[in-house]
């Protein structure tokens, strides 16, 4: 089967280009790329009539839909193995493909823990019999995230993790995470940082401020996080390992990499819709779903985000979906897991960046599937001739109201229920298989 992508408008910041074109697919595989005038240069060719009148070609016609490298999300909890009555693989990856991702990585706090050959197996088994995107394990920084004994690295690497974390549990032991970043570096693997500092959040639940004195929940300061993110920096720049600080939430923090990255440091960072979109107001009503960790922040941290966002400071918008059952959600607020779900609604939450003018929609793409690709070392977020053929074509304009009844995900866990949106994923193609959203 062979497929052309028609009158598209091509955004591939890797490439430097954005304008109107044509792909053919063929095989799984970018057979050629005919770009036009506008943006790119040079004519574009129309499709010849062999191809027209082949009863093999499928044809899409994109004209007025954007078309860029599939999206990559590098910060997943597939729940599988051990908790698959909150998501399993199969769900999983059906809500990265409705959510336009062609890829994802799936963080290792599962039960058992992936932090040996033997899960990461699994995970890969089961994603190539039941997955409908790629999957890349992250492996665990320390044996069953006990924060003491580092896991056999060289074979999480070995049979194919692309990163290791202990996500979810921050690594509290400086000498440990100091001797991981060493391992890690031997194996050029980026570490994906969860920085908080427990006892320093003290099991608050939420922003420590005046919201969390109004409504009599425990605190979670904002210290706790930047501690975290000041002492992993100085260890990549002691060390000079890849870190990668997950999901960003506070001004300090964004300060504190974008000093980092002024000095040369090997560190790169991600942020997740939630933390752009809303504050803290958001739990305001005791909503369970708006409880994650780390917590949502003041307007202040929000506009800090936003501009680390823009001016490059944070490389990568990434989700951090984190499934729950609804059982455990429909609880007093004290009782209720954190994370919130996100594959489904991070792109058309993140398009209101450009329509409200912080980012142009390259960037965008650029931290969607670029930066992560290069952050991983894989050979994703282009459109090159040859490369397999993981494409997501969104519709810019159209509008939707977000309808968690709908998701894909086994989790319903999300405080934009309800959000109207403009922009989503309308096709996802991954390995040349064409997949049509419905809103």
């Not at 944070?314 to 009782?335: L, W």
């Not at 969607?368 to 952050?375: D, E, G, T």
């Not at 922009?423 to 996802?428: A, E, L, R």
Request: glycine share 10%; hydrophobic share 35%.
């Amino acid at each position: 089967m062979k497929i052309l992508i028609k009158n598209g408008h091509i955004i591939d910041p890797s490439q430097g280009i954005d304008g109107i074109g044509d792909i053919l697919i063929e095989g799984g595989k970018i057979k050629e790329i005919n770009r036009g005038r506008e943006g790119v240069g040079g004519r574009r060719r129309t499709p010849n009539s062999e191809l027209s009148n082949n009863s093999e070609l499928r044809t899409i016609d994109a004209k007025g839909l954007i078309v860029t490298p599939g999206l990559i999300d590098m910060h997943v909890h597939l729940r599988e193995p051990g908790f698959e009555y909150k998501e399993t693989i199969k769900s999983g990856t059906e809500a990265a493909v409705r959510g336009g991702f062609t890829s994802i990585c799936c963080m290792p706090n599962t039960e058992p823990v992936n932090d040996n050959g033997a899960v990461t197996e699994f995970i890969l088994r089961k994603a190539a019999e039941e997955g409908m995107v790629t999957v890349y394990p992250v492996g665990a920084i320390t044996k069953g995230l006990n924060g003491e004994t580092l896991s056999e690295i060289g074979e999480l690497k070995s049979t194919g993790c692309v990163a290791i974390s202990d996500d979810g549990k921050p690594v509290a032991n400086s000498l440990v995470i100091r001797r991981a970043m060493e391992y890690a570096k031997t194996f050029d693997m980026p570490i994906i940082s969860h920085c908080e500092d427990l006892n320093l959040s003290e099991d608050g639940m939420v922003n420590e401020g005046l919201v969390s004195l109004e409504l009599g929940l425990r605190g979670r300061t904002v210290v706790s996080e930047e501690i975290i993110v000041h002492r992993d920096i100085a260890l990549s720049e002691y060390t000079g390992a890849r870190v990668h600080i997950a999901h960003v939430t506070t001004a300090g923090g964004v300060r504190i990499i974008k000093d980092a990255k002024s000095r040369g440091i090997n560190v790169t960072a991600e942020t997740c819709p939630q933390y752009f979109t809303l504050t803290e107001d958001a739990i305001r009503d005791y909503d369970t779903n708006a409880k994650m960790n780390p917590p949502l922040r003041t307007a202040k941290d929000v506009e800090a985000i936003k501009e680390g966002v823009r001016d490059g400071t944070i490389d990568v918008i990434a989700t951090d979906h984190a499934p729950h059952a609804q059982f455990e959600k429909e609880v007093e607020f004290d009782y209720a897991p954190f994370g919130i779900v996100g594959l489904e609604t991070a792109l058309s939450l993140s398009m209101r960046l450009v329509k409200d003018g912080w980012i142009t929609l390259s960037r965008l793409i650029e931290m969607l599937s670029c930066n992560p690709a290069k952050i991983l070392g894989i050979e994703k977020g282009g459109i090159k001739v040859g490369s397999i053929a993981d494409i997501t074509i969104i519709d810019p304009e159209r509008e939707i109201t977000i309808d968690s009844s709908k998701f894909k995900s086994k989790g319903r866990n999300t405080p934009f229920n309800g959000f109207k949106v403009a922009g989503i994923p309308v096709i996802t193609i991954c390995k040349g298989k064409v997949y049509s959203s419905e809103w």
